[in-house]
């Protein structure tokens, strides 16, 4: 069974953000945006990350900077690219241009990686024996695709990965078709029967087990408890169209030493 974290929200320079306090022992400050602090109007109130989903792009652009005056970072050090529910995995060595992917990694220390979500599921992957950490977007064309599986490719020892997957939206809230739950049909509890032949998914379940059965051990992942339903604190894709975007965001932080072996 994977780890449960309950996050609590804090307040730095004005955005209310969770900070992931699980891997600051391995060198990374990590947390997850919240919709708070922001300049955005209605219905993209007020801290949407999104460039995509036709809110004002001075709005993002002020938001962006925002998030990465939290991070530690000039804002074109805050790589966010342009997702497309596939398995590419971008390595980063410094302010990235337009590209597309749904995964990041670096063992640089100035840059801040984000990933963007509504509703899928956003994964950090921290090695303990290493530098290198990455940031994944998850959703269930992702998981189809193998994108996780990629990620974990990308370090030497998976036995030596931490993982966490933050909040991410309901089993009870999300109802599929037979066409995408057809794919998980192999991951027990991952599908719960609804009316009409349709179907709930899990889809953090999905990612915890892709996780275990990557190689990742017993008490390396840990799932957060709160979801995204109903829109708040976290955008939700499914409780509100158009709507904005939530990032989990990770940087090397400069006041903790680098990792020396398996901690």
């Not at 992957?125 to 992702?142: E, I, K, L, Q, T």
């Not at 990308?154 to 030596?160: C, G, I, K």
């Amino acid at each position: 069974m994977p780890v449960t974290l309950n996050l609590e929200p804090r307040v730095r320079d004005g955005l209310v953000v969770y900070p992931l306090d699980e891997v600051a022992h391995l060198g990374v400050d990590a947390f997850v945006t919240s919709r708070v602090g922001g300049v955005s109007r209605a219905p993209y109130d007020t801290l949407n990350l999104g460039d995509h989903v036709g809110d004002d792009p001075a709005a993002v652009r002020e938001n962006r900077r925002r998030v990465a005056r939290v991070a530690g970072v000039d804002p074109e050090h805050l790589v966010i690219v342009n997702q497309v529910h596939g398995r590419d995995v971008v390595r980063v060595t410094g302010p990235v241009g337009a590209c597309s992917a749904d995964a990041l990694i670096t063992d640089v220390d100035d840059v801040a990686l984000a990933i963007l979500v509504a509703d899928c599921a956003p994964v950090l992957v921290v090695d303990a024996a290493s530098p290198r950490f990455a940031v994944a977007h998850a959703g269930w064309r992702g998981l189809v695709a193998g994108v996780l599986g990629d990620v974990i490719t990308r370090f030497d020892d998976p036995s030596t990965l931490r993982a966490i997957v933050g909040p991410t939206i309901a089993q009870v809230g999300y109802q599929v078709g037979s066409e995408v739950a057809d794919h998980f049909t192999d991951f027990p509890g991952a599908l719960v029967a609804d009316d009409e032949g349709r179907w709930r998914l899990d889809v953090a379940g999905v990612v915890v087990q892709q996780l275990r059965a990557a190689g990742l051990g017993d008490g390396h992942v840990a799932r957060v408890d709160q979801t995204t339903d109903g829109g708040h604190p976290f955008f939700s894709d499914r409780a509100a169209r158009p709507c904005g975007r939530n990032a989990l965001v990770a940087r090397r932080s400069m006041n903790a030493a680098m990792p020396e072996g398996l901690q």
